[in-house]
């Protein structure tokens, strides 16, 4: 559509045409390796879900934890595969008692309830300045449905300490408390439940400290598993018209009778008495 070659510049080509002049000069940039690497692991995730069995991994500094998920048919784990000299993977007791076993590619372990949780330690290296670092590492989860690979990247360094240095550190923490405390404010919470088919109840303020505390904040909470009921919920989670406390409604669906138990909560600060 645009002549590079034509008499017209570009730019009056593109007003002619009413095209943006940016869509004119774009170059698409070809997808890096990277990029192309993450997009394969997508669809193998996608895949396996596909099959109905799913990964949930948490990845922190120090330690990696899977959770192996699998829908309705029965499925296995048919081997874990890393580096053991960046990580450590053990899988709980079959019988939930015993002591944890090793994950490794031997492994087959059927996944007997819905979801299976495996534990990974990473283990420290020594730079050459003598710090502690967590080299990027990968894991490979073989099942009888497919295999994920789980890339874990590089953490931080954690430069060593001396004690006179974490010394300095508490002082600094110390005059920051001192601060905050000659601010001379303080806070409280007050709480009540209510119990019925539509419970309603307020979270009031002390009546003897409302001229030197305000409401600052609150919320709801329910009756948690397993006394939750079958789609009960908040109805109601605001603070009260004069500010005094906090409201909270909830309701149970008709026709299904039972109880449920609500409570409300109302935070409130002011200055500490002298």
Sequence with gaps: MIDRDHDLSIVRQAKVLKLARSTVYYEPRPVSAEDLALMRRLDTCIGLAARDIYFSPVIGKTKVVIDIKRGSEDASVTGVSY??????CRFP??????PSVVADKDTNRPLKTVYLPMGCDRIAQNDPSGAKIYPAAELTLT????????????????????ASDIA??????????????????SCDVVQKAETG???????????DVRKTMVLTGGGCTMNKYPQLPHNGTVLENRPLDDRSGWHCAAGDPPNIPLNITVTSYAIYCGNKKK
């Design 197 to 207: 088919h539509y419970p309603q109840v307020d979270a009031v303020i002390p009546a």
């Design 83 to 88: 580096d053991s000299a960046l990580l450590s």
């Design 143 to 162: 099942t009888s449905r497919g295999s994920l690979l789980v890339p874990i990247a590089a953490d931080a360094s954690m430069p060593l300490q001396y």
């Design 168 to 185: 300095e550190k508490i002082k600094s923490l110390e005059s920051r408390a001192n601060e905050l405390d000659a601010r001379q404010m």
């Design 93 to 98: 007791a079959e019988d939930g008692k015993g």
